[in-house]
């Protein structure tokens, strides 16, 4: 399979807390996103880095891709009780995404 | 931003009977659309990719008798679960989007529950 592999599986911290996700895929890629799904919803796209760079940030999201390890991690910082959600990585080879097992993260308040 | 429209969000049908989703780019050209399947608490399994006006390209494993896909306009793909049976009850997600190293822009989904 090619899916990739995310953990952990799943997440509970307090509010205020930050939140770190990693993702491990196999194959090379164009560019890596985050996707964060609501329970029985679409996904809303988070943000894209692509291979050639090593870090982004989008408000309290910070992400960083090692295409040396195969490897992203999602930092979400100052995190609140709304963050709760699934969050997927997805890694695009240009004719397709596949994604992660995905974390559920649960923000208590 | 772009909006993906994913009708109808939720059916329920009797077994052997098929079942069209619509997922249409509301402001956007989708050159590429692709559907995926989810079962409760797992990730999303791509199942085809469809580009307009050429056949679908399936996933392994996934039968493209059964789940038939037409992308006839550069707005509009239809996924058909034909001769529905209870195993097909899942939530299928449709994606869309405009050019290569674009995000994804999904629709919200079709829970489909075969009985």
């Known amino acids: 399979s090619q899916q990739g592999e995310e953990d952990p599986q799943a997440l509970s911290i307090q509010e205020g807390e930050n939140a770190t996700m990693n993702c491990s895929y196999k194959?090379?890629?164009?560019?890596l996103q985050w996707y964060r799904q609501n329970s029985g919803r679409g996904l809303v796209h988070l943000i894209l880095?692509?291979?050639?760079?090593r870090e982004k940030h989008s408000g309290r999201l910070r992400v960083t891709l090692d295409t040396s390890k195969k490897s992203s991690s999602l930092l979400i910082t100052a995190s609140r009780a709304a963050d709760t959600a699934s969050y997927f990585c997805?890694?695009?080879?240009?004719?397709?995404?596949?994604f992660g097992t995905g974390t559920r993260l649960q923000v208590f308040p | 931003g772009a909006v993906v429209s994913q009708h109808p969000s939720w059916v329920i049908c009797k077994s052997g009977t098929s079942v069209k989703i619509e997922c249409r780019s509301l402001?956007?050209?989708?050159?590429?659309m692709f559907w995926y399947r989810q079962f409760p608490k797992q990730s999303l399994m791509l199942m085809a990719t469809?580009?307009?006006?050429?056949?679908?390209?399936?996933e392994q494993g996934v039968e493209k008798d059964k789940f038939l896909i037409n992308h006839a306009s550069l707005t509009l793909s239809t996924l058909t679960v034909t001769s529905a049976h209870p195993e097909d009850s899942s939530f299928y997600i449709c994606?869309?989007?405009?050019?290569?190293?674009?995000?994804?822009?999904f629709g919200n989904g079709t829970r489909l529950t075969v009985t």
């Open positions: 880095i692509r291979s050639n760079e």
């Open positions: 402001d956007f050209q989708a050159t590429t």
């Open positions: 994606s869309a989007r405009g050019g290569v190293n674009s995000p994804l822009h």
């Open positions: 469809s580009n307009e006006g050429s056949k679908a390209t399936y």
């Open positions: 997805a890694t695009d080879n240009t004719d397709k995404l596949i």
């Open positions: 194959t090379s890629i164009n560019n």
